[in-house]
């Protein structure tokens, strides 16, 4: 069964901090991997999508990296701001499917 | 910039009444979805539809629910019977030239009392 899980689940940062969220998913084939950033009671808004031939997607301050290999993708955000905070989520989808399997997320506070 | 819309954005229902979740999906999209959030949850599929009919669903989609593209605009979710645990937010998706890249709408946050 296709799942994604993300690491950790909460993540209170100071102003300024690099950081790095994690996304695991356990099918290897993979099509694409989007992040998605929501807001509480919100909805999802996209940040980068990786396609399976793909290693990174860069945005401004956002970088995500996606390792088929070892199951893995990584957001990166640089130099993090009170406005991020928000839960950031992962999805993935597979071959011959249309559909996202979505992580659980990772609630990110950054303390100004 | 198209967007994917969502209407209404909150529906307050009885339980054991009939809604219906309407969505317009950008508008020279193939293929659309629709998702459901409980509070506290994760995002969960619930069905896909593509060439006027369902392409794959998921367990949770019952014969409680169907969906219907009525006209060349309007992509919905009804419910038959609506019960407690179906509060929940909807999401719309569809997908565009970049395949399988979904856009999602605002979502319609569902309350069954």
């Known amino acids: 069964k296709q799942e994604v899980t993300q690491i950790p689940a909460a993540l209170s940062v100071p102003e300024g901090e690099n950081l790095v969220l994690n996304c695991s998913f356990t099918d290897s084939a993979i099509y694409n991997l989007q992040w998605f950033r929501q807001d509480p009671g919100k909805g999802l808004t996209s940040l980068l999508l990786i396609q399976s031939s793909q290693r990174e997607q860069t945005s401004g301050r956002l970088n995500a990296s996606l390792d088929k290999s070892s199951g893995r993708s990584t957001l990166y955000i640089a130099a993090s701001q009170p406005g991020d905070s928000a839960t950031y989520l992962c999805?993935?989808?597979?071959?011959?499917?249309?559909?996202?399997?979505f992580g659980t997320g990772t609630r990110l506070k950054v303390l100004a | 910039e198209p967007e994917v819309t969502q209407t209404p954005s909150h529906q307050v229902t009885q339980m054991g009444q009939e809604v219906i979740l309407r969505c317009v999906p950008i508008?020279?999209?193939?293929?659309f979805y629709w998702y459901r959030q409980i509070l506290g949850q994760k995002v969960e599929f619930l069905v896909s539809f593509y060439n006027n009919e369902i392409s794959e669903k998921s367990e949770i989609f019952d014969d409680q629910f169907s969906v219907e593209r009525p006209d060349g605009s309007n992509f919905t979710l009804k419910i038959r019977s609506t019960k407690l645990e179906d509060s929940a937010m909807y999401f719309c998706?569809?997908?565009?030239?970049?395949?399988?890249?979904?856009?999602f709408g605002p979502g319609t946050r569902l309350t069954v009392t």
């Open positions: 999805a993935d989808t597979t071959s011959g499917t249309y559909k996202y399997i």
């Open positions: 508008s020279n999209h193939l293929y």
């Open positions: 998706a569809s997908t565009g030239t970049v395949p399988y890249e979904q856009y």
